[in-house]
């Protein structure tokens, strides 16, 4: 029995199975944590937000990072995870100091975008856990690795019972 002709619906299911930094859909899907606490949960997008959806602050983004060349990107992009906050951004500055930088144009898109809960707060709120990040220099997984050696005593099972939600 000859194979089935391939449908256009197969390619665009393909195209599903690939992970990128970024995904053109009907509109652009950032990759970033797969999970986490749920204080954290709502921050990656109003970091993404805060720097998108404001023409200020999507140029101020790009007044930080429009000079790396691609060789430069990449080396960041692969530094980063084995390094956080101490990898080194083109121009010899520190990670951490690049990224309170990037929160600090975030913060002031959303407040210029002014999407206003029923309290009267801007999205700006949802950025407190990336500031407590770059403030104490201490990753997710910094803390993590600090409660696995020290109060967990080695016992990984502890991550259950506190971080599930």
Known sequence: MPAE?????DWVDHRST????VRLKSFLEMRGADGGRWSRICAL????????YDDGAL???WDLVG???IEEREQLRRQVPRLALDATVPGGRSMRDFA???LDVASAGLTRRARLSSAG?????????????VATGMTPADRLLLKYHDEW???????YEEYSF
């Open 18 to 21: 690939a992970f990128p930094e």
């Open 45 to 52: 997008p109003a970091l993404w937000g805060g720097l998108l």
């Open 121 to 133: 707060d801007n999205e700006g709120g949802f950025l407190d856990p990336l500031h407590d990040v």
């Open 153 to 159: 005593d080695r016992d990984v099972s502890h991550i």
């Open 59 to 61: 140029d101020a983004a």
């Open 5 to 9: 002709k391939p449908r256009r619906t």
């Open 100 to 102: 309170g930088e990037v």
């Open 67 to 69: 000079h790396w060349t």
